[in-house]
């Protein structure tokens, strides 16, 4: 699989120190502003000749945003420069930017201008990845009152790096953040801009390597779930003498009374996505013989899921509920080793309850894919849902590292990780999927692609944003997120997935 990688903070600084050691170094804040400048020029600026806001912080992301405005005002566009730190305080390369920006007759404001300036667009370099993240330190005084002035103004943003007060590491918001509509990042993508507030913060992201050409760079260790990434990962094309039996059977395990729904979303999700068979195992007492509305589904006991060969994947926990009836299916399905096994919902509950589901679970030879919400995820953690979400990247790692299995943390740029520490954040999906079921969807579609003959990995990265492209593509068609139902995204995702096919094909 190739992917773009994404760099925690400190790989960035490590890919910045080892330029600096190159023997003949480049200079990395002129590349940077010069890069984002022309970004602005001819990406972003609706005429020639514009009025621009540029905020400056103290450090090296307020020197890339010096060197942004002196290339702007090169090119004949009005700037205004905000900057309050001291100059002589500033990085040696910060300092050489805003004396650069000073000798073409540039000037300095020490706060925003008030009246009724009509700006074009404002650039945001106040902090970027400078913002010091481990000691948890919020935005506050002056530079807060521009990010809190700048922000309802509509006007477009564009953030230089990363949008001051975000994370770049955790996609968490430090006190007040910028809202940028884009966001210039350089060198490489940072997990940040994808997960938690970095989507609500970042808008449209534009990648600035800079042309670094290093002899021994870092390995990155995450990467990016993006349309080019999924559509590598297609199953096989099909032949022209195959069976339902070359497509695989899956089986459900849950719908308890109540619940029936969640097992049925999953087996029609995992039907509709190319499983040949798929069986459905409900605990619900005067359980229903056959699903009416889809008659393909195979309606058995739950004992009979157990004696299906051959078994493609098991799916435990769509309804499945947490009585002692739940529990005992669940320790038989951990005891199988003949399945892979896709545990959602309840079953990931089950486990944080028991320890010893969880040593069976990290046990099994057999994969095992656990697609946990943050809430879930905090009680296999044995923590609170802000620890998870304040720390996603390494929450995402712990679950997969303790249950040794594949993992996708949901949410706003879900995590896929593997067992091996590898991580994919995805870009697809919005708030519509903020409605009851469509987790349930997701791990139907898991055990189709599984079934097809994907291995577990390329399963879960190509369900988790074959799922979000459907809710997106939901959206458009709607001009809205509110009022999507589960059972939509099923028929999105199914069309999607073959006109995929049919491209590659």
């Known amino acids: 699989m190739t992917a773009n990688p994404v760099y925690l903070t400190a790989e960035i600084r490590k890919i910045e120190h080892q330029t600096a050691m ?6 990395l804040m002129e590349k940077a502003g010069l890069a984002a400048a022309q970004v602005i020029r001819d990406q972003l600026l609706r005429k020639s000749k514009c009025c621009i806001l540029i905020l400056a912080g103290p450090g090296n992301n307020g020197g890339d945003a ?5 290339y702007l005002k090169e090119w004949g566009n ?8 001291d100059p002589q305080r500033a990085p040696s390369d910060a300092k050489q930017a805003i004396q650069s920006w000073l000798d073409i007759g540039g000037e300095i404001s020490a706060a925003i201008p008030n009246g ?7 650039v945001d370099g106040l902090f970027g990845i400078g913002l010091d993240q481990s000691q948890n330190r919020p935005i506050e005084g002056e530079y807060r009152a521009w990010i809190e002035t700048v922000n309802p103004m509509n006007v477009p943003i564009v953030a230089l790096d990363i949008p001051s007060g975000l994370g770049s590491d955790d996609g968490c918001i430090y006190g007040v953040a910028i809202r940028a509509t884009t966001t210039v990042t350089f060198i490489g993508y940072k997990p940040g801009l994808f997960t938690h507030y970095g989507p609500e913060c970042c808008g449209t992201v534009v990648l600035c390597e800079l042309d670094i050409h ?12 993006n349309d080019i990434l999924a559509q590598t990962l297609l199953p096989p094309p099909r032949s022209a003498n195959s069976h339902k039996g070359s497509f695989g059977n899956v089986a459900i395990l849950g719908g308890s009374t109540g619940m029936v729904g969640a097992a049925l979303l999953a087996g029609r999700s995992a039907l509709y996505l190319g499983a040949g068979r798929v069986y459905l195992g409900l605990l619900a007492d005067n359980a229903p013989a056959v699903d009416f509305s889809q008659p393909e589904l195979m309606l058995r006991a739950p004992s009979e899921l157990f004696t299906l060969k051959p078994l493609n994947c098991l799916v435990i926990g769509p309804g499945l509920g947490q009585s002692a009836t739940a529990l005992s299916w669940l320790e038989t399905a951990l005891m199988s080793e003949y399945a892979l096994l896709v545990l959602d919902a309840d079953a990931l509950n089950l486990i944080a309850q028991h320890p010893h589901l969880a040593k069976k679970l990290s046990q099994r030879k057999a994969p095992a894919i656990l697609t946990p919400h943050p809430a879930e995820a905090a009680r296999l953690l044995k923590t609170d ?6 720390d996603r990247m390494n929450a995402a790692l712990q679950l997969a590292q303790q249950s040794n299995s594949y993992v996708v943390l949901k949410g706003a740029g879900s995590i896929c990780c593997f067992p091996n520490g590898k991580r994919y954040l995805n870009t697809s ?3 519509a999927l903020s409605t009851a079921g469509t987790g349930d969807v997701l791990a139907g579609i898991i055990a189709a692609l599984i079934a097809q003959g994907l291995n577990p990995d390329r399963a879960l990265l190509l369900a988790v944003y074959l799922h979000g492209a459907a809710a ?16 939509e995204v099923i028929a999105e995702a199914r069309e999607l997935l073959n006109e995929w096919a049919y491209k590659k094909n």
């Open 385 to 390: 849902i802000t620890a998870v979400q304040h």
């Open 22 to 27: 190159l023997p003949k170094p480049p200079r």
């Open 116 to 122: 009724d300036k009509n700006w074009d667009m404002i």
């Open 429 to 431: 999906g919005n708030p």
């Open 78 to 85: 009005a700037i205004t420069v905000v900057f309050s730190g």
């Open 66 to 70: 010096f060197v942004v405005a002196r």
């Open 472 to 487: 997106d593509r939901w959206m458009q068609q709607h001009r809205g997120m509110l009022g999507m139902v589960a059972s």
């Open 214 to 225: 290093l002899p021994a760079p870092p390995e990155p260790q995450t990467w990016l779930l």
